[in-house]
T-cell receptor
Framework: DTAVSQTPKYLVTQMGNDKSIKCEQNLGHDTMYWYKQDSKKFLKIMFSYNNKELIINETVPNRFSPKSPDKAHLNLHINSLELGDSAVYFC???????????????FGPGTRLLVL | DAKTTQPTSMDCAEGRAANLPCNHSTISGNEYVYWYRQIHSQGPQYIIHGLKNNETNEMASLIITEDRKSSTLILPHATLRDTAVYYCIVRRPNFGNEKLTFGTGTRLTIIP
């Protein structure tokens, strides 16, 4: 019973191609995120969506376009892939706690993208 | 959000308590201390969080000093599966605009 799932787990592609990564959460959460972990293992936020609305965009190149068809899904489309896009991409979801504003984020297993 | 400082790496013998320190001397009054960990090749996993009181759950205990400038995550009986990178994150409530800012964390190795 996976809470946050991502597909594919591995993605190997050529430079210049367009690819998509899908994320689904079955936790009923309102907010979803994309994080990128580079080869040096730094983990950084890219985007967050709350109820299908873009909330955070951390100066990510516009080749990256998140799409949220409903609040259970947040997909990441990447155009014109570059070598530097090689990384592990993690999806996460969370729910704001009533009265506290703090929430726990649940992460997916990651998608390992290798651009050749 | 306040910056945190953690040791780069630590070892702990299996079965012993693992104590992971975190300094957050610039923490402000409404900022929480969160701990996550990342086991190799997996997504980060929530462990515990607190504001000023000590907290305990089924995974760990969190001890926050009275001045809140530092904290310690305690894994009471470390197992080999606890080998991971542990991240201490300080953040304030930001309703609907939450994000986690990960530092470099502490790489904890449990020794058999």
């Amino acid at each position: 019973d996976t809470a946050v799932s991502q597909t594919p787990k591995y993605l190997v592609t050529q430079m210049g191609n367009d690819k998509s990564i899908k994320c689904e959460q079955n936790l009923g959460h309102d907010t979803m995120y994309w994080y990128k972990q580079d080869s040096k293992k730094f983990l950084k936020i890219m985007f967050s969506y709350n109820n299908k609305e873009l909330i955070i965009n951390e100066t990510v190149p516009n080749r990256f376009s998140p799409k949220s068809p409903d609040k259970a899904h947040l997909n990441l489309h990447i155009n014109s892939l570059e070598l530097g896009d090689s990384a592990v991409y993690f999806c996460a979801s969370s729910q704001v706690l009533p009265g506290a504003g703090m929430e726990t984020q649940y992460f997916g297993p990651g998608t390992r993208l290798l651009v050749l | 959000d306040a910056k945190t400082t953690q040791p780069t790496s630590m070892d702990c013998a299996e079965g012993r308590a693992a104590n992971l320190p975190c300094n957050h001397s610039t923490i402000s009054g409404n900022e929480y201390v969160y701990w996550y960990r990342q086991i190799h090749s997996q997504g980060p996993q929530y462990i515990i969080h607190g504001l000023k009181n000590n907290e305990t759950n089924e995974m760990a205990s969190l001890i926050i000093t009275e001045d809140r400038k530092s904290s310690t995550l305690i894994l009471p009986h470390a197992t080999l599966r606890d080998t991971a990178v542990y991240y201490c994150i300080v953040r304030r409530p930001n309703f609907g605009n939450e994000k986690l800012t990960f530092g470099t964390g502490t790489r904890l190795t449990i020794i058999p």
